[in-house]
């Protein structure tokens, strides 16, 4: 696995609970990543060969601004680079995103990536989204724009919110997306979804972590647990092939995992990634596949409390 980066999704709690989540995020998911898990990660992402930088997610990171804190310190100390994917909920002006900015900037944080559209909200989250742009720029960070829209829509139709050079893209139909921006969409058989359109699974250059140790390859399925070994023995010993969920993806795509696995469903999906996310949501009361797909959260299922978790 040639990794360059690792993803720390350090909880799924969001303040939002947007309908194109891929993760299910909300303000009911339990918990966090703990300090010390945080910081074990870190020092075995930096023992990598190839890794070159860490990113702080979630759910929304901010929730625990001290592990950010101190997450991106340890980052800058290892010599790698850092990120925070964010909503900006706190910015509430612009010197309260200064304010919240400013000690991240001094401990070394490298970029800053905002979501703001539409379907995150056109009222205060956009605002705030907005706030939070201006303050990076005042202080001088990297900042990019995420931004979605629904693809219901004839046209990107948020295109008309970013600013120039920002740039909307077609939610895609994982996580609560596969449940709330369906209906109403043009599906196709699933014969016709033969590979992944998106993600590289057999050489995937990023991997997230989430607070249970989970390793995604793409958001629910799951290439082992970095509580049970470690991220190094993880990443030398990948072997998608043999996996049976990654291995018929990357050999047919949705259409090879279905048949692969036997599942009997409504054949008729949106796209890839629809056929992908609801055939895994149907393997995921199997004992057999607990290892490979999973938690419960990310298909809308009651989650478990992250085992060292704050509250
Ligand atoms: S899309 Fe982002 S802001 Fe919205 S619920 Fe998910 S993590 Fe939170
Ligand atoms: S097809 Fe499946 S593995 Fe590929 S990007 Fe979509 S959800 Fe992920």
Redesign the pocket.
């Known amino acids: 696995m040639p990794l360059r980066s690792v993803h720390i999704v350090l909880t799924y709690r ?1 303040t ?3 309908s ?2 891929f ?1 299910h ?2 303000p009911n998911q339990p918990g966090s990543m703990s300090m010390m898990e945080m910081e074990g990660l870190i020092d075995q992402a930096a023992s990598i060969d190839g890794v070159e930088r860490v990113y702080f997610e ?3 990171p901010m929730l625990y601004y001290p592990l950010v804190e101190r997450g991106v310190r340890q980052v800058g100390e290892l010599g790698l680079s850092s990120g925070i994917v964010t ?1 900006g909920y706190y910015a509430t002006t612009v010197p309260d995103g200064e304010m919240w900015l400013r000690p991240l900037k001094e401990l070394g944080l490298s970029s800053l990536d905002v ?1 703001i559209d539409g379907l ?1 909200g056109t009222g205060d989250a956009m605002t705030h989204g907005r706030n939070l742009v201006d303050a990076a720029n005042i202080l001088g960070l990297d900042v990019n724009v995420i931004s979605v829209c629904d693809p219901r829509e004839d046209e990107c139709k948020d295109a008309s919110l970013p600013r120039p050079g920002e740039e909307a893209s077609p939610a895609m139909l994982r996580g609560r997306a596969a449940h709330e921006l369906v209906e109403g969409l043009e599906v196709h058989h699933l014969g016709q979804f033969t590979e992944c359109p998106h993600e590289e699974l057999e050489r995937p250059t990023r991997i997230h972590v989430d607070p249970y140790g989970n390793v995604h390859i793409c958001q629910g399925i799951l290439a082992g647990n970095v509580w049970d070994s470690s991220l190094p023995q993880l990443v030398k010993g990948y072997d998608p092939h043999a996996h049976p969920v990654l291995g018929p993806l990357i050999e047919g795509g949705p259409e090879a995992l279905a048949k692969a696995q036997g599942i009997d469903t409504d054949p008729q999906y949106a796209s890839e990634c629809h056929a992908c996310y609801e055939i895994r949501k149907g393997l995921l009361r199997e004992t057999r596949m607990r290892r490979f797909i999973g938690p419960n959260q990310v298909y809308g299922e009651e989650p478990e409390p992250p085992p060292n978790s704050y509250v």
């Open positions: 969001c939002y609970e947007c194109h989540c993760l995020c909300g979630g759910g929304e909503c979501s995150h």
